[in-house]
């Protein structure tokens, strides 16, 4: 056990104003990664790094890509064998049409109880709550066992440039633990979705609308594709039902394109076209076979089409060309993860969560993918995802955060460093 005195010591560390002021700071930069319009990641890592050198923070600047900085905020607490990591990311999605909201995508405005601003909810407000949790911790003076990094991490929203450059660097090496810093609306966070995202490219003949029959239509293979991606869905179902944090598996075409490239006229049909795919993982699915399946799919689409324009052009008398192909190439490849319930990165997590809100917390499943997916494939450190923040909310616009969901989340994260590095505890796991 934790003595009261101690809990208390630590949460009235937790500077909520610094928090309030910090993620205001962090929103009202522009750190969408469009180098057309000149932004990036850089304004609010270097924020951040000097933010964390006044309190007196080890810091260190990684220059992942031009523009793209990593910043590994470090803190030894004592001698021990844990090393707890927090991390979060500085990128945010573009705002869209910022005519479309109704408060300004990068003004951090405060009404009735939510600040509205992209990055309030994914992921800025929790980036600064750990920030201020770790500065909490820090200076409460609570004498701890191991040592706390911050990954502030570049490129989570799309490649996760970040996370791999920061384990290519070593700094995960050493890392028994991570929370993972997303809006998940209290909820404690043991796995998530793996992805599996693939393109298919069918080519077939260009000709004029009017004359169809002097190419050849890719529209048929598309269609069965689709129809074959539903059919692998429904396997998944089928056989892995639903699991109770993370839902059903899902084999989702979400952009078809015909033609793949340049513009589309009614009058034209177009000789290539394209299939975009995400999979969506759940526990007990081989990444592996539905690589194989997928391409088994192309394989078996392109010889059932071949065969129909045979059989069509029998039918018609026509001789011509029927070199109809199907190619798909993968473009992402990430597990889902699983964390036991009994670790104690999660222990830690569910105590603190309970200190916090009074009451029991819940546990859930990521629906995406976030950084924490490399940490835990490439070097099998526990994670648990949690943080404020409606789940739904991410990347729509007028996004927004609860302020006093925010407020409880820093400490939430204070207490679960606490708890994590306390000495008393890393002798026992239920403490």
Not at 74 to 95: C, I, N, Q, S, Y
Not at 194 to 213: D, E, F, N, Q
């Amino acid at each position: 056990m934790i003595p009261d005195e101690v809990v208390k010591k630590v949460l009235q560390a937790v500077d909520h104003k610094a928090l309030m002021k910090l993620t205001t700071e962090l929103v009202r930069i522009n750190s969408v990664w469009d180098p057309a319009a000149g932004t990036s990641e850089q304004g609010a890592a270097e924020h951040v790094a000097q933010w964390a050198e006044k309190r007196g923070f080890g810091v260190q600047m990684d220059q992942v890509a031009p523009g793209r900085p990593n910043v590994v905020v470090t803190w030894e607490a004592g001698p021990g064998p844990r090393k707890l990591m927090f991390e979060g990311h500085t990128d945010v999605v573009t705002p869209g049409d910022p005519g479309a909201w109704q408060y300004d995508p990068f003004g951090a405005e405060i009404k009735d109880g939510r600040m509205y601003g992209r990055g309030t909810n994914d992921t800025k407000g929790n980036l600064c709550a750990m920030l201020v949790a770790m500065d909490a911790v820090k200076k409460s003076g609570v004498p701890l066992s191991g040592s706390i990094v911050g990954g502030v991490l570049c490129d989570e929203e799309d490649l996760m440039l970040g996370v791999l450059d920061f384990i290519e660097k070593g700094h995960a090496d050493d890392v028994t633990g991570a929370i993972i810093c997303e809006p998940q609306d209290d909820l404690i966070c043991t796995s998530q979705k793996g992805a599996v995202r693939a393109s298919y490219t069918i080519k077939g003949r260009m000709s004029h609308g009017a004359m169809p029959l002097s190419g050849l239509n890719t529209a048929p293979a598309l269609a069965k594709l689709i129809n074959g991606l539903h059919r692998l869905e429904q396997e998944a179902v089928d056989q892995l039902g639903k699991d109770r944090h993370l839902g059903w598996p899902s084999f989702t075409p979400t952009v078809i394109q015909a033609p793949s490239g340049g513009a589309a006229q009614l009058n034209v049909m177009p000789g290539e076209s394209r299939v975009l795919v995400d999979v969506r993982t759940i526990p007990g699915q081989s990444h592996p076979h539905i690589r194989d399946d997928l391409a088994a799919l192309a394989a078996d689409v392109e010889q059932k089409v071949q065969a129909h324009y045979a059989a069509y052009d029998r039918q018609l008398d026509l001789d011509r060309t029927r070199d109809i192909s199907i190619e798909v190439e993968f473009l992402t490849d990430r597990p889902c993860t699983k964390t036991d319930e009994h670790d104690p990165v999660v222990v830690s997590a569910v105590w603190a969560s309970r200190e916090v809100l009074d009451a029991e917390p819940e546990y859930a499943g990521v629906p995406g993918a976030t950084d924490g997916t490399f940490l835990w494939a490439l070097k099998d450190i526990p994670i648990v995802t949690m943080g404020a923040g409606d789940r739904q909310v991410p990347h729509q616009k007028d996004e927004w955060v609860d302020v006093e969901q925010l407020k409880s989340t820093a400490d939430t994260y204070a207490l679960a460093a606490l708890h994590y590095l306390y000495p008393a505890n890393q002798r026992s796991t239920t403490a």
